[in-house]
């Protein structure tokens, strides 16, 4: 079945640097692809979502890269900001209804 | 309201003894999901519905059971805890193809 690799697991940034995660998915039918976010004591939440392999820019400082051809996921937090510490999850929906996740990265960013 | 609802937050269980957790949504999504996750681990899908129809994975097909009386709700249901089930246990739901997450049941497990 689908295995979804996500690094790095822990990532420590200063306040303004850029913050780099990566995902290597394993299944070429994969479909449709995910970043959420979790911040202590919440739920995880949905940042993104992307379909076809495109460079997407949601104006939230953010950008994510789908690389069908590599069968890789990214995402870049261009100017992080201690707000943006938490834990980032890579998912990966498979044939049918499946959605597989990455082990995720645990995101610091420091003043 | 697009809130998916689990109950309890926190569980204290027995080795031996059966554990059940509950959740809900309000959002008519036709699919819910149940994952297990334990710490610098990826959340591991056991078990989904869609529909009224139970899908569960193979490594995890006799460890969990699951009900979904109607479209809001969907239990997890273990029936002989061991330690190794220790574990944020998450629901999920969805309609297409974003999921929306409750916030866990903390299950431990002594």
């Known amino acids: 079945g689908e295995q979804v690799e996500q690094r790095p697991p822990h990532l420590s940034v200063r306040e303004g640097d850029s913050a780099f995660i990566t995902c290597t998915y394993t299944?070429?039918?994969?479909?449709?692809f995910f970043w959420y976010k979790q911040e202590p004591g919440a739920s995880l939440q949905l940042l993104m979502k992307?379909?076809?392999?495109?460079e997407i820019n949601e104006g939230q400082g953010f950008t994510v890269l789908l690389n069908k051809k590599d069968k890789q996921l990214s995402l870049n937090l261009t100017a992080a900001h201690p707000g943006d510490s938490a834990a980032y999850f890579c998912?990966?929906?498979?044939?049918?209804?499946?959605?597989?996740f990455g082990s995720g990265t645990r995101l610091l960013v420091s003043p | 309201d697009t809130t998916v609802k689990q109950n309890p937050r926190y569980k204290l269980a027995r080795v031996g003894k059966p554990v059940n957790l509950i959740c809900s949504q309000t959002m008519n999504h036709d699919t819910m999901y149940w994952y297990q996750k334990k710490p610098n681990q990826a959340p591991k899908l056991l078990l989904f519905y869609y529909d009224k129809i139970l899908n569960r994975e193979a490594d995890t097909f006799e460890k969990f059971q699951s009900s979904r009386p109607n479209n809001s709700f969907c239990s997890l249901y273990i029936g002989s805890a061991g330690l190794e089930y220790s574990a944020m246990y998450l629901c999920?739901?969805?309609?297409?193809?974003?999921?929306?997450f409750g916030h866990g049941t903390k299950l431990s497990v002594l």
């Open positions: 299944d070429p039918n994969s479909y449709y």
């Open positions: 992307v379909f076809s392999s495109t």
């Open positions: 998912a990966v929906r498979t044939g049918g209804y499946k959605v597989v």
């Open positions: 999920a739901s969805s309609k297409g193809e974003r999921l929306f």
